[in-house]
Every structure is written in structure tokens, then in C-alpha cells.
């Protein structure tokens, strides 16, 4: 409880303890968690309940793949200019430094009352960066490499003779992991892949119910007679513009593969070289859901598959609409999965 500076006002601010004040285990009635206090709430949760290999697991117990990641998101921040890029790495920097916290115990309300401490302070530091602290985490890698040198895992850089290129160890190499992924999505991710490995169709139809791919009376799976009585249902004209699209894109495909030779083989001196280029067995394709079908993706994900000799073909589609399901039936997959 707080009063403002001419005590005419009364502030209470209520910080809530458990999982949430709704029924449905959220801060809110009216909206769900966001922003940094959303993410707060996740990782506190994960920390407890993140299944095994989960890289919010790997976070929390690995002590050293967390620290390397605040490094290295620091320095990308540091390195970002564009304002949407800056926002991204900002974004990344904020998830670790929030998984660190988690870890520690630490929430945002601890945060906020250093800061507040700090913004009464009358002196101020300097703000140089700390040439000491920097300088000893250089001393400790070199250490590292000497240490890795001695016990034969990294071979010392040698300079080569003037006009020549120096060679280095594959391990000396300085590195930069940069992650494709952002971390948030793909803990999300993760869980999803988790469940369905362990729970097969039933949490897939879970979390398609969750996410609105399906309702809870529609198909899962649709078999190839679906798909052929979404065609069937199809007036003339659009029947025609599929088939005559498959046509061309079959065609097409069919000619590119034609052109690659699938076994070449050479000889060389001491033997043969060569390459063999032969169909994946199974095959998923993917059709974005939305207001806007794409059935143009059905046919020229899966018709290529057919042609490169692909045995089994599937699609993925949440909300399927009718007319992607009969240009699935067109390209002669196996059957369509209502998710993704």
C-alpha cells in the first residue's frame, strides 16, 4: 500500500502467490498473462514441471550453457542497430536473464526494488566498463587453451613459413552460436513434440483442440475417401483448375527429375566416386491454415514427392478448407492431418 506525495490518494497494489486468482489458473478473468510478467509466470512453472531434454531444462541445470548464452545475447544486443532487430535481441537477452532469476529465486518485484534503491542514490559510479573483471575472463580462456594444448585436445597454432596459409585445429577455431530459434518458441515447441511422443494421437487431438485446428466434433485424420468427397463435392470449373494445375506441375517435376542422374559413378585413381540420389520413404507436407486456402501448397509439396518416388505422403493442414482437401485428393496422398 502506497500514498502518493500530498497523501490524497491511496495505491494497492496486490501481488498474487500460486498459480492464479482465475479458475482457469490465470493473474485475470479478463486476460491472461503478457509481456515480462507472463514469461515470469511460464518459466516459474517450467522450472518445476519442464520435461526431461527440454532446453529449458537443459537452462536450468546447466550452468555454463546459461552463462554463454547471456554472453553471447549480450554481445548481439550490443551489436544490433536496426530498432526491430535491437527489439528481437532484447527479447532473447530478456528470456535468459529471466531464466537466470527464476533459478536464483529472484522475481520482478526484487528487481524493481534494487532499481527504485538505486534511483535515490546521490552519488553516481562512473560507468566504465570493468576493465579488470574483463581482462580476467580473458586470462581464464587463455588458460583454458593452454590447459586444452597440454592434454593433446587442441593443437597449437604454429605460424607457417612467409606466403603460406597458417593451419589451426578445428577446436581453436573461435565459434559464435547463434540461435536460429527464438528460445520462447521453441520451449513451446518442445512441450508439444514431448506430449505427442509419449501420448501419441491423443494429445496431438489435445492440442489441436487447444490451439482451434479442430473443433470438437471434427475429424482428426482425414482417410483418402474424405478427401475424394471434398473433390467430388466441387462444382466442374474448380475440379478442372486442379486437375489441370496437378497436370502441370506433375509434368514439370517429372522433367526435373528426369534430368538429374540418379546413380553416377566415376572412376578415379585408387577407386570410384560418384553419388546416388534416391526418394526420402516418407514425406509431410505442409498447408498453411487461415482465411486464405493454399492449395497450390498441397499440390506442389506432395505431386513432387509422387514423382521422386516418395512411398507415403501426408499432409498438414489445421483448419482444413474444402478446397484444399480436394486438391489433396488430387495430388493422391495418403491421408491429411487437420493440425499443425
Known sequence: ???????????????????????????????????????????HERRISAPEGSYTKKLYTDGTLLASKLVEEAIELSEAIAPDHVAEEAADLMYFMLVACTKAGVNLAAIERVLDTRSLKVTRRSG??????????????????RTWERAGSVQAIVEPPKGTLRRIAPDAVPTLHRDPV????????????????????????????????????????LAPADLKAAFDARDPAQQGVLQRTADRIRKFAEAQCN????????????????????????????????????????????????????????????RPHAIVLAAATVAGVDGLLAAG
Not at 259 to 264: L, T
Open 1 to 43: 500500500v502506497q500514498v502518493d506525495c500530498d497523501r490524497d490518494t491511496i495505491c494497492f497494489v496486490v501481488r498474487q502467490h500460486g498459480l492464479g486468482f482465475c479458475h482457469r489458473n490465470m493473474a485475470s478473468c479478463l486476460r491472461a498473462d503478457s509481456g515480462l510478467s507472463g514469461l515470469l509466470k511460464t518459466l
Open 259 to 318: 534430368s538429374v542422374d540418379k546413380d553416377c559413378k566415376l572412376s578415379v585413381p585408387g577407386g570410384e566416386a560418384g553419388q546416388t540420389i534416391a526418394p526420402v520413404e516418407v514425406a509431410g507436407c505442409y498447408a498453411p491454415g487461415g482465411r486464405y486456402p493454399l492449395p497450390s501448397s498441397v499440390l506442389m509439396g506432395a505431386i513432387t514427392a509422387r514423382v521422386a518416388g516418395v512411398k507415403t505422403v501426408w499432409v498438414a493442414s489445421p
Open 182 to 221: 527464438d528460445p520462447a518458441a521453441r520451449e513451446i515447441a518442445e512441450s508439444i513434440l514431448m506430449d505427442v511422443r509419449d501420448y501419441g494421437e491423443a494429445a496431438l487431438r489435445t492440442h489441436a483442440l487447444r490451439l482451434g485446428d479442430i473443433k470438437d466434433t471434427e475429424q482428426l485424420v
Open 128 to 145: 566504465n566498463p570493468k576493465r579488470t573483471l574483463v581482462a580476467q575472463r580473458l586470462e581464464k580462456m587463455a588458460l583454458t587453451m
